[in-house]
């Protein structure tokens, strides 16, 4: 049997050393170390054998399991650097191929903007999970039962809890507003945080809309916060932006979870303010509403409205970027069109 095993040796080692590809490879290892391989079966016939003379051939055994195993490695190894080899010299004056570069999506650029500045200003920048609850996303924020924002034409219910009712009917979160809440639970008050995040609406699209959509929403809970101070935020946050004075007014609005609300509107930098499509025409475009947190928001926060108030906004993330490069279409920011997304790198 020592005989045979040293055969099994110097012909496995000669298969390996003769392999010219990984698959030969494989082979020649099925063919003495498999299942069936002529190492294994030959390992098999030890119990016939005495118990000094197994001992003997159970240490040769090994010995020569390893010999082949080393074999085919080294085979292996030897294979991969003949695929890996460079034919020809080298020539280490030619100048090198630069790599292609990558950059920020004008969206994103804008979102770490506005984090500076919100950031400059004491704010801490939050997260929440893009799927949340007919609880948090409407419940809590003052929306009332038969809002037409809960109807399946304007909100994504996740499919198997759309008859389910609070925290277990499931949609993608149609806004932010809902985080507020989350934060006020969790941290109380005073409060100054910003939360910036996707959203998502079942709806037709066009230049200044879309299906998926960026918003960047703040709010400040405090005493006696003053609406002018909140005022004097939204036009500090824009110049800081754009990095000149931006025309801003305030029309009043109605949204659930705010009282009073308000429709802030800049002038339209796409076209001066003379009128385009993005601003229908009207010199104005419509970047975000905010207001004084509404009771019944605290209330469901935890934080009782008879000492605390605030100011919240919710800016339209997209349009601010439409606004900063003079884009025309919304549309174009997830086109995945590289000639479009390169001019922002």
Same mark, same amino acid.
């Given at each position: 049997?020592?005989? *045979?095993?040293?055969? #099994?040796?110097?012909?496995?080692?000669?298969?390996?050393?003769?392999?010219?590809?990984?698959?030969?490879?494989? @082979?020649?290892?099925?063919?003495?170390?498999?299942?069936?391989?002529?190492?294994?079966?030959?390992?098999?016939?030890?119990?016939?054998? !005495?118990?000094?003379?197994?001992?003997?051939?159970?240490?040769?055994?090994?010995?020569?399991?390893?010999?082949?195993?080393?074999?085919?490695?080294?085979?292996?190894?030897?294979?991969?650097?003949?695929?890996?080899?460079?034919?020809?010299?080298?020539?280490?004056?030619?100048?090198?191929?630069?790599?292609?570069?990558?950059?920020?999506?004008?969206?994103?650029?804008?979102?770490?903007?506005?984090?500076? &500045?919100?950031?400059?200003?004491?704010?801490? %920048?939050?997260?929440?999970?893009?799927?949340?609850?007919?609880?948090?996303?409407?419940? /809590?924020?003052?929306?009332?039962?038969?809002?037409?924002?809960?109807?399946?034409?304007?909100?994504?219910?996740?499919?198997?809890?759309? /008859?389910?009712?609070?925290?277990?009917?499931?949609?993608?979160?149609?806004?932010? @507003?809902?985080?507020?809440?989350?934060?006020?639970?969790?941290?109380?008050?005073? &409060? *100054?945080?910003?939360? $910036?995040? $996707?959203?998502?609406?079942?709806?037709?699209?066009?230049?200044?809309?879309?299906?998926?959509?960026?918003?960047?929403?703040?709010?400040?809970?405090?005493?006696?916060?003053?609406?002018?101070?909140?005022?004097?935020?939204?036009?500090?946050?824009?110049?800081? =932006?754009?990095?000149?004075?931006?025309?801003?007014?305030?029309?009043? !609005?109605?949204?659930?979870?705010?009282?009073?609300?308000?429709? #802030?509107?800049?002038?339209?930098?796409?076209?001066?303010?003379?009128?385009?499509?993005?601003?229908? /025409?009207?010199?104005?475009?419509? %970047?975000? $509403? !905010?207001?004084? $947190?509404?009771?019944? =928001?605290?209330?469901?926060?935890?934080?009782?409205?008879?000492?605390?108030?605030?100011?919240? #906004?919710?800016?339209?993330?997209?349009?601010?970027?439409?606004?900063?490069?003079?884009?025309?279409?919304?549309?174009?920011?997830? !086109?995945?069109?590289?000639?479009?997304?390169?001019?922002?790198?």
């Amino acid at each position: 049997m020592q005989r *045979r095993l040293e055969t #099994i040796k110097i012909n496995a080692e000669k298969d390996a050393a003769a392999a010219d590809s990984s698959a030969v490879l494989q @082979t020649t290892r099925q063919k003495y170390l498999g299942k069936k391989g002529e190492l294994t079966l030959t390992l098999k016939e030890l119990g016939k054998l !005495g118990e000094e003379e197994r001992r003997t051939v159970g240490r040769l055994a090994n010995e020569v399991k390893d010999s082949i195993n080393q074999a085919i490695e080294l085979r292996e190894q030897e294979l991969l650097d003949e695929a890996s080899a460079i034919e020809g010299a080298i020539d280490l004056t030619l100048p090198g191929i630069r790599p292609l570069s990558g950059g920020l999506h004008p969206i994103t650029q804008m979102c770490y903007d506005l984090n500076d &500045a919100f950031l400059s200003l004491g704010f801490e %920048v939050f997260a929440e999970d893009e799927i949340t609850s007919e609880k948090y996303a409407f419940d /809590n924020l003052n929306f009332p039962p038969e809002h037409p924002a809960r109807d399946t034409m304007d909100t994504y219910w996740i499919k198997g809890t759309e /008859n389910l009712t609070g925290t277990q009917r499931l949609c993608l979160r149609p806004h932010l @507003t809902g985080a507020s809440v989350r934060y006020l639970k969790k941290h109380g008050a005073p &409060a *100054r945080f910003v939360y $910036p995040g $996707p959203a998502y609406r079942n709806e037709s699209t066009d230049a200044r809309h879309e299906r998926a959509f960026f918003q960047y929403e703040a709010l400040i809970v405090d005493k006696d916060f003053s609406f002018a101070s909140g005022q004097l935020l939204v036009k500090t946050i824009l110049e800081k =932006v754009f990095g000149r004075k931006v025309d801003v007014r305030m029309r009043a !609005g109605f949204f659930p979870f705010v009282e009073p609300g308000f429709e #802030i509107d800049m002038s339209c930098l796409v076209c001066g303010g003379k009128g385009c499509k993005v601003c229908k /025409n009207v010199g104005w475009i419509e %970047v975000m $509403p !905010g207001g004084t $947190p509404h009771p019944n =928001v605290l209330k469901a926060a935890g934080i009782n409205p008879n000492t605390w108030s605030g100011f919240y #906004i919710n800016i339209g993330l997209d349009r601010l970027v439409m606004m900063r490069y003079g884009v025309d279409d919304v549309r174009l920011f997830r !086109g995945a069109d590289l000639r479009f997304l390169n001019q922002f790198k």
